[in-house]
């Protein structure tokens, strides 16, 4: 219901990963510029690299709107500017990704965090009723909360917030069956909780009919000049490979002074934010694999110590080994 009043928005531009592989979301495909499907580990870490990339999309924006001299994005810069439209990006099923991927929860905060001056809008649902089927701090830190029919105060905290339960602001109220479609709501107004009744978009299975694809098709009509629709977002890419020794010769750059293991892991971290690997890694590991690539680390006192002529000399060496063979 959210994404299909969000694509009748002629800026906004939509993204959509469904963690099954259901077609809730088929009706939609044209409206979107992303569309993922599928409970699979590959959809898992292409999604979290999604969470990558919009982190430094808001940074990006954030840089833009200063450059404006603006503090956030209105609608009126998103209409003048079409790498600062509004991006909305839903994570369906949610709970296979936090379950699956150890950076989801913090990228979601900090996206969510960041991401409401700048126009990148973040929303997660799922069918779990456990409680902490959408981790705690993305709970906490997004703008609006909704829940329908639970059975404990677990499950409605988990979903509404902590303290949720005690403060009155009960899912648990709500009747299973009875009560279908309504859910109480948070952040949609000024006071402490509403009873949202929602509308069920009709869908015939049998018949192959979505009442979305309307909706859809009248949103496509009206799509402003530049707001990327499907196939029009650049694909997202996951590395499968990256060279320890190349990175961290480049990191060193042109210095000569020895660097610590530690501060060489940070480096390369920051250098590859998105390679897991790095993210792993501890400083003995470090050590043992640019050991293992023939690079000295010397020990001095309970420092590491990396010297950067000896991983050129050995960067190098290799070079010339591959043009020998």
Same mark, same amino acid.
């Given at each position: 219901m959210v994404m299909l009043g969000a694509a009748l928005d002629p800026l906004a531009e939509l993204r959509v990963h469904v963690f099954a592989l259901n077609g809730d979301f088929d009706a939609y495909a044209p409206r979107l510029s992303r569309y993922h499907k599928g409970a699979t580990a590959e959809h898992v870490e292409l999604a979290a690299a999604h969470l990558h990339e919009l982190y430094d999309e808001v940074g990006r924006r954030e840089q833009r709107l200063a450059d404006l001299g603006a503090k956030?994005?209105?609608? &009126?810069? $998103?209409?003048?500017?079409?790498?600062?439209?509004?991006?909305? @990006?839903?994570?369906?099923? *949610?709970?296979?990704?936090?379950?699956?991927?150890?950076?989801?929860?913090?990228l979601a905060v900090d996206v969510v965090k960041r991401g409401r001056k700048t126009g990148v809008i973040l929303g997660f649902?799922?069918?779990? &009723?456990? $409680?902490?089927?959408?981790?705690?701090?993305?709970v906490e830190n @997004?703008?609006?909360?909704? *829940?329908?029919s639970v059975k404990t105060w677990r499950s409605n905290d988990g979903f509404l917030g902590d303290g949720s339960f005690a403060a009155g602001i009960r899912a648990t109220d709500l009747r299973f069956n009875v009560d279908r479609g309504t859910m109480v709501a948070t952040g949609v107004s000024?006071?402490?909780?509403?009873?949202?009744?929602?509308?069920f978009i009709k869908v015939d299975d049998d018949a192959g009919w979505d009442a979305a694809t309307e909706v859809i098709e009248r949103a496509m009509g009206q799509l402003a000049p530049g707001t990327r629709r499907e196939g029009q977002a650049a694909p997202l890419?996951?590395?499968?490979?990256?060279?320890?020794?190349?990175?961290?010769?480049?990191?060193?750059?042109?210095t000569t002074e020895r660097i610590p293991a530690g501060d060489l892991l940070g480096a390369l971290r920051k250098h590859a934010p998105k390679w897991k690997?790095?993210?792993?890694?501890?400083?003995?590991k470090l050590v043992e694999a640019l050991t293992a690539e023939g690079v000295k680390v010397a020990r001095t006192g309970n420092r590491n110590l990396i010297?950067?002529?000896?991983?050129?000399?050995?960067?190098?060496?290799?070079?010339?080994?591959?043009?020998?063979e």
């Open positions: 956030k994005l209105t609608r &009126a810069i $998103a209409e003048q500017h079409e790498d600062m439209r509004p991006i909305v @990006v839903l994570f369906s099923e *949610c709970h296979e990704l936090f379950g699956k991927s150890e950076d989801a929860a913090g649902d799922t069918q779990s &009723a456990r $409680a902490n089927a959408i981790p705690s701090e993305v @997004v703008g609006v909360n909704g *829940c329908f000024d006071e402490l909780f509403e009873i949202v009744r929602t509308f890419l996951i590395e499968t490979d990256r060279d320890l020794l190349d990175d961290t010769a480049e990191v060193l750059g042109t690997p790095y993210r792993d890694l501890t400083v003995p010297d950067p002529a000896t991983v050129r000399d050995v960067r190098a060496r290799r070079s010339t080994a591959d043009l020998d």
